[in-house]
């Protein structure tokens, strides 16, 4: 049997200038073998370090790792705290001015978002989901374009402590029907239209022939927002716009304080090797290693603008694209389209 041989075998290495090492949040190869010793000495001294000094709690938490029921470890289990006031509420008294998000539209349009502009935004929508009955431990099903309304229906699910589980926008109505059964989902958020280079996706035609495969008895509402015509037929007993949800509601909303353990979000494989299969990722735990990763690898520095081309379906898209950015108070760029149409505009100065 013939063995196959690697061309891309690169051995050369290129060490950064001491002015970008001086600069670094773990500045050189000293600074990070003491955090890997701080680390090694006391595994739970060295998280718990880290959690009291990144995250906001509303309860401080007094246990660190419990491994007693193997293989279901739990981190900080006995705090509490809520992760849309992580990314939203502890930046208003310090930077409620700061660009958050800026989106880009598919067509080109630019829209900026302030700290404080979407910090109204996801309480108004959380007021608007709790008009719908929806309550803390619900899960809802997003199903949106990539858009700041993709951010503040996350955002807003965990305000409210809903675990929100995002389909990607480009799955199939089969493949969102499998995911709405498997969640429970009480709910459903979509748009009637996503825009990606330069076509349409209709996705609440989408939403339609997956509730209409039968067993989505679960799911009671249906937010629509419009991005596009809004020439649809909605269903008067469950279907609600956007717009008419959020009319007259508070831009304050309360968080719900929930446990270090709750559910933040569940997110399905692709489903190719068999039935997707839901992974759920805690609140505290989640939301530190994102806060950890932004500052430790992508450096993150309070001057920068951020941007990860992933789709929010993706579990890099939910943390690089909405809690770890928004967590570590960065302003960050949200793409609709293709994103290679993006890199062509930046390389040609446009």
């Known amino acids: 049997m013939a063995t196959i041989q690697s061309i891309l075998n690169e051995t050369r290495t290129f060490t950064p200038s001491a002015?970008?090492?001086?600069?670094?949040?773990?500045?050189?190869?000293?600074?990070?073998?003491?955090?890997?010793?701080?680390?090694?000495?006391?595994?739970?001294?060295?998280?718990?370090?880290?959690?009291?000094?990144?995250?906001?709690?509303?309860?401080?938490?007094?246990?660190?790792?419990?491994?007693?029921?193997?293989?279901?470890?739990?981190?900080?289990?006995?705090?509490?705290?809520?992760?849309?006031?992580?990314?939203?509420?502890?930046?208003?008294a310090t930077q409620s001015d700061k660009?958050?998000?800026?989106f880009e539209a598919d067509d080109g349009t630019v829209t900026r978002c302030t700290y404080q502009d979407?910090?109204?935004?996801?309480?108004?929508?959380?007021?608007?989901?709790?008009?719908?009955?929806?309550?803390?431990?619900?899960?809802?099903?997003?199903?949106?374009?990539?858009?700041?309304?993709?951010?503040?229906?996350?955002?807003?699910?965990?305000?409210?402590?809903?675990?929100?589980?995002?389909?990607?926008?480009?799955?199939?109505?089969?493949?969102?029907?499998?995911?709405?059964i498997d969640a429970g989902a009480v709910a459903v958020i979509t748009a009637d239209e996503q825009w990606r280079g330069g076509k349409i996706n209709y996705l609440k035609a989408v939403v339609e022939?997956?509730?209409?495969?039968?067993?989505?008895?679960?799911?009671?509402?249906?937010?629509?927002?419009?991005?596009?015509?809004?020439?649809?037929?909605?269903?008067?007993?469950?279907?609600?716009?956007?717009h008419d949800l959020i009319r007259d509601q508070s831009e304050?909303?309360?968080?719900?304080?929930?446990?270090?353990?709750?559910?933040?979000f569940t997110l399905y494989t692709s489903g190719s090797t068999g039935k997707p299969k839901g992974v759920q990722h805690s609140s505290a735990g989640f939301l530190l290693g994102a806060i950890t990763s932004m500052q430790w690898i992508f450096d993150y520095k309070s001057s920068d603008i951020f941007w990860c081309t992933a789709d929010v379906g993706w579990v890099t898209g939910h943390t690089y694209v909405t809690y770890g950015p928004l967590a570590v108070g960065a302003t960050q760029i949200i793409f609709e389209g293709a994103f290679l149409l993006i890199l062509t505009r930046v390389a040609s100065g446009k």
Request: charged fraction near 25%; proline fraction near 3%; glycine fraction near 6%.
């Open 118 to 180: 979407l910090y109204r935004r996801v309480c108004r929508f959380a007021n608007g989901l709790k008009s719908l009955n929806i309550r803390k431990g619900d899960r809802v099903v997003i199903y949106m374009p990539m858009s700041i309304e993709a951010v503040v229906a996350m955002l807003a699910c965990a305000r409210i402590g809903a675990t929100h589980s995002v389909v990607f926008g480009g799955f199939s109505a089969k493949s969102l029907h499998e995911r709405i």
């Open 252 to 264: 304050t909303c309360e968080p719900e304080w929930v446990n270090a353990e709750h559910p933040l």
């Open 19 to 92: 002015s970008f090492v001086e600069q670094a949040n773990v500045s050189g190869m000293e600074e990070y073998d003491a955090l890997c010793a701080e680390a090694e000495k006391d595994e739970a001294a060295f998280w718990s370090r880290l959690a009291r000094d990144h995250i906001s709690w509303h309860k401080p938490f007094t246990r660190v790792l419990d491994e007693t029921n193997h293989p279901f470890f739990t981190w900080f289990d006995d705090g509490e705290l809520n992760v849309s006031y992580n990314c939203l509420d502890r930046h208003q």
């Open 99 to 102: 660009v958050a998000l800026i």
């Open 209 to 242: 022939d997956a509730l209409g495969r039968g067993e989505t008895d679960s799911v009671k509402s249906v937010v629509v927002y419009q991005r596009g015509s809004g020439d649809l037929q909605l269903d008067a007993n469950r279907d609600i716009w956007w």
